[in-house]
């Protein structure tokens, strides 16, 4: 679907990827309110209104007056919390919350482009505490994502050092394109929201994924791919991912040795079980 493996002769390339309602099917950042509540960083009334928000999100998008909306209330939201308690809670719940969510199709095509030489960017307006482990867990290659100012007593101060939202995520990519020498022509790129755009048209191949009304405008007027991913499947349910074109020649040479051993066992343990 995506074409052969990367020349390597030529410049680099990569595939951008949004994560809210792209990758995952939920919004990263109010799907982890609960696990806030239980460790004591918000109270019952701040997990129902962050219910409400990931309502909202999923029920249709949202526009820019709405996410700003919701980064003014995150960012007060946040202020005096612990930085390294919300690492914890994230890394304590992470596969419980975000493994069940991960649609299959996205991580299929993050496969596809491993598989093709290509590196993997995930870049998304949730912060970066929630947004670096979900990429490890990815097997993303990079990271962007929106950073808070921490204070010297090592909590938020509920400023924004750098918020990842619109044209500021096409000027990071374009500034990893500059750093790591990817060819933006080449490259490509999938969201869902409309406030993406700048994002999708910094890459010569974008793609939309279960856009909202005014990105599937835009995707039709400009003939871009529309995909439906509604899959959500834990990835240990998947099947192992393929190996990249660096590592195929070693993986191929002990590929029998492998299988004829993974036979024996098998067989031994079937002999033991009768």
Not at 99 to 123: F, K, N, Q
Not at 245 to 251: K, L, M, Q, S
Request: charged share 25%; with cysteine.
């Amino acid at each position: 679907m995506l074409g052969l493996v990367e020349n390597h002769s030529l410049p680099r390339t990569a595939a951008f990827f949004d994560l809210d309602k792209t990758v995952i099917a939920k919004s990263s950042t109010l799907t982890f309110s609960k696990s806030f509540y239980q460790g004591g960083l918000i109270n019952r009334r701040a997990v129902l209104r962050t219910a409400y928000a990931q309502f909202v999100f999923l029920a249709g998008g949202a526009d820019h007056d709405q996410m700003e909306r919701m980064r003014e209330y995150l960012s007060a939201l946040c202020r005096g919390w612990n930085v390294q308690q919300v690492k914890e809670i994230v890394a304590e719940t992470l596969h419980d919350l975000i493994d069940p969510i991960i649609y299959d199709e996205a991580a299929s095509l993050i496969e596809e482009h491993h598989t093709a030489g290509r590196d993997v960017v995930i870049v998304s307006t949730s912060g970066a505490e929630v947004v670096e482990p979900i990429g490890e867990l990815l097997g993303a290659d990079r990271v962007v994502a929106t950073r808070m100012v921490v204070g010297d007593d090592g909590c938020f101060t509920g400023e924004v050092e750098y918020y990842a939202y619109g044209p500021t995520k096409a000027e990071a990519i374009k500034e990893l394109a500059r750093t790591e020498g990817y060819d933006l022509d080449r490259c490509y790129a999938y969201s869902d929201s409309a406030t993406d755009l700048p994002m999708l048209q910094s890459v010569g191949h974008p793609f939309v994924v279960n856009p909202d009304r005014a990105l599937r405008r835009e995707a039709t007027t400009r003939a871009w791919p529309i995909l439906d991913f509604h899959r959500p499947v834990r990835l240990k349910q998947r099947l192992p991912a393929p190996p990249r074109p660096a590592v195929v020649a070693a993986a191929a040479v002990g590929a029998a040795a492998a299988t004829a051993g993974l036979v024996w066992f098998a067989s031994r343990r079937r002999a033991t079980a009768s």
